[in-house]
């Protein structure tokens, strides 16, 4: 039976891939993006643009779809700046909490009327930094650590309403992200030891199919031989 899935960050790298194979199973996918230009070429049956800096842009833009039912909401737009703690300036941090926790959970508050009434799933992509933190990691593993939080929270919350709420952690894949990750850590980068984003797609498509009585609330991705996150001698 077709889905209707709303997934953000849709315009590039896993997100993209996500409505592509959405799309191909049948599933009507509900696309975001910060414009309407990011979504060229990118399949959907509706849009939903808004900057995920600005969450109080988020409420006018859901109401806007009229939305009365959704099966799922898949949380895969976010931010990462890499740097020490000692460098990183308070508009970074307000940058990457907004970004990658607040505009998620209000995002998630102003869908909860439609997925409640569809019993859905929300799948919030967090990272290996959302368990554990190393150097240079400060603002980045603390959002996700906060992302976790956010989704155990909702998960208990919405327990008698029927919703499935999972934290999926993907480490190591081969997207622009984490090419840039990478780069900002002086760090090696070679795609043919990360997962492809293909993969990662299709394991979070997978949580969608699980049968009802079913709910995965954490699942852990990473490749067979992933390449440690190191700084260069």
């Not at 509900?30 to 979504?39: K, N, Q, V």
């Not at 940058?95 to 869908?111: F, H, K, M, S, Y």
């Given at each position: 039976?077709?889905k ?6 849709a315009?590039r ?16 996918v509900?696309a975001?993006?910060r414009s309407?230009?990011?979504l060229d070429g990118v399949?959907?049956d509706r ?12 409420a ?13 909401v898949?949380?895969n737009?976010?931010i990462?700046h890499i740097?020490?703690?000692?460098d ?20 998630t508050?102003?869908l909860?009327p ?9 799948v919030f992509v ?7 933190a ?9 959002s996700?650590h906060?992302l976790?939080?956010?989704a155990?929270?909702?998960r208990?919350?919405?327990?008698p ?7 999926v952690y ?5 997207t622009?992200?984490q090419?840039s990750?990478?780069e ?9 030891r990360a ?7 299709a394991s979070i498509?997978g ?6 009585d079913?709910?995965?609330?954490e699942?852990?991705?990473e490749p067979?031989n ?7 001698p």
């Amino acid at each position: 039976m077709s889905k209707t899935i709303l997934v953000t960050g849709a315009g590039r790298g896993l997100g993209r891939t996500l409505a592509e194979q959405l799309s191909a199973r049948g599933d009507k996918v509900i696309a975001h993006a910060r414009s309407e230009s990011a979504l060229d070429g990118v399949p959907h049956d509706r849009k939903l643009v808004f900057d995920l800096a600005d969450p109080a842009s988020v409420a006018d833009a859901v109401a806007a779809l009229g939305l009365e039912q959704l099966d799922g909401v898949i949380h895969n737009a976010g931010i990462a700046h890499i740097g020490a703690i000692a460098d990183q300036s308070l508009e970074l941090w307000e940058q990457t909490l907004t970004i990658n926790v607040t505009a998620p959970a209000e995002l998630t508050r102003a869908l909860l009327p439609a997925l409640r009434a569809a019993r859905g799933h929300v799948v919030f992509v967090n990272s290996g930094a959302g368990i554990s933190a190393g150097p240079k990691w400060g603002s980045y593993a603390a959002s996700k650590h906060a992302l976790r939080a956010l989704a155990d929270s909702l998960r208990a919350e919405e327990q008698p309403n029927g919703l499935r709420v999972t934290s999926v952690y993907p480490s190591h894949f081969a997207t622009d992200m984490q090419r840039s990750v990478r780069e900002q850590y002086g760090a090696e980068y070679d795609p043919s030891r990360a997962t492809s984003p293909e993969s990662i797609a299709a394991s979070i498509v997978g949580l969608l199919n699980t049968p009802e009585d079913v709910v995965v609330n954490e699942l852990r991705v990473e490749p067979p031989n992933p390449l440690p996150i190191r700084e260069r001698p």
